[in-house]
């Protein structure tokens, strides 16, 4: 194993070194560098033409010698970095070399970038820290662009999850539940947050997804399906500083699942721990939706835009759901009791309008050109409620990306 990557380490360290001499001095052929760094002093002036002498011949020898060294000695940072190779012996020099490089630094930026443009070509650390991106940036751009008539899962989400990790001891896991009909971008928004915080996405190793009706569909065997999830959670969290566990259909976990999974929602007191107890727990469920959607629409007609439904206003009347919830269906009602869920993030019903935009974004996505008639013409084709008003999509967007194969050629 350690024969095959041996021509690649080589290549890299040549570029490496190239790069080092450049950095060191650089000039236009034909011209005299001016004097730089500690053999400056040491050229003393030179005749216009004549032969460099003894002192400078020194001074360059000197100066290449220590490139020389600089060279090795940021090789041994790049394995250790890049392979966990020589960590040990890098270590010992790390103070010999705070004190002693005269070197610019810029050169160990350098390196930085070099070993981020290797890790993205595929796994370089066993604990999966360089696949780890936390890009909130991109997450709060692509959840505007992207995710329509959500201004509420917007804002909570990108607020939530960059506080949680911008906290340097977290005292438990971040819990989000998000709550609202099929549709209205829970899954998508969970994806978002999967592939802005890893660079593999869902694919990631310190990602996982549970589908209640797929992973845990027999009741008889909950007592099995309790110790594999420990086990995968234990796992993921003991490979992973940072891991995100995603609970689809939420409402249909049988309550033993949630007991399973609450010690590791819970807090606990991180003193003598490492950070690596850093998890986020999304739950996915349909429940609270008509609670939702009755807020909306007693908005709608007063006249009253849905971007002034506070946050307050739902969050409030989706606890007094979920705490009423029967005991043996959904055990959020559980999960609120002991404030294990840090947010309840609602999800409003999706108007026309919203339906047009996602029959946008659809064919975007599959490169398809696209009239405004064409985006009307998906729109009527969903369901739309209450009876009499029509105005929230029964189904959301869910089914659009389908409906765009009826304008295939």
Known sequence: MGHARLPARRGLGCCILVLLLLLGGSGSPGTTPPPRGPWAEEQGPVPEGGPWGRARYEAVKKHLGAVG?????????????????????????????????????????????LSAWYCSFGKCCEMGDCRIINNITGLEADLSGQLHGQHLAKEVVVRAVQGFLQSPRPQKALVLSFHGWSGTGKNFVARMVASHLYRDGLKSDC??????????????????????????????????????????????????????????MAHHNNEGQADHQRSIF?????????????????????????????????????????????????????????????????????????????????????????????????????????????????????SVPQRINYFLP
């Open 69 to 113: 060294a600089l060279s090795k000695q940021y090789w041994q940072y790049l394995a250790c970095k890049v392979w966990q190779e020589g960590c040990e012996e890098e270590e010992k020099g790390e103070e010999e070399r705070e004190s002693s490089w005269g070197f610019p630094l810029v050169g160990q930026d350098y390196l930085e970038i």
């Open 207 to 264: 990602v996982r997804v549970f589908v209640s009706l797929l992973h845990f569909p027999h009741h008889t065997y909950v007592d099995s399906y309790k110790a594999q999830l420990q086990r995968q959670i234990s796992e993921t969290l003991q490979h992973c500083k940072q891991a995100l566990f995603i609970f689809d259909e939420a409402e249909k976990l049988h309550s033993s699942l949630v007991d399973a999974i609450k010690p590791f």
């Open 282 to 398: 999304l739950f996915l469920s349909n429940l609270g939706g008509n609670t939702i959607n009755e807020v909306a629409l007693d908005f709608w007609r007063a006249g009253r835009a849905r971007e002034e439904i506070s946050m307050e206003l739902l969050e409030q009347r989706l606890r007094l759901e979920l705490q009423e919830a029967a005991e043996d269906g959904y055990a959020h009602s559980h999960l609120l009791r002991e404030n294990l869920i840090d947010v309840l993030v609602p999800f409003l019903p999706l108007e026309y309008h919203h339906v047009k935009l996602c029959a946008r974004d659809a064919f975007l996505a599959r490169g398809l050109p696209y009239t405004e008639a064409m985006l009307n013409e998906v729109a009527q084709m969903m369901v739309f409620v209450p009876k009499e008003e029509k105005l929230f999509s029964a189904q959301g967007c869910k």
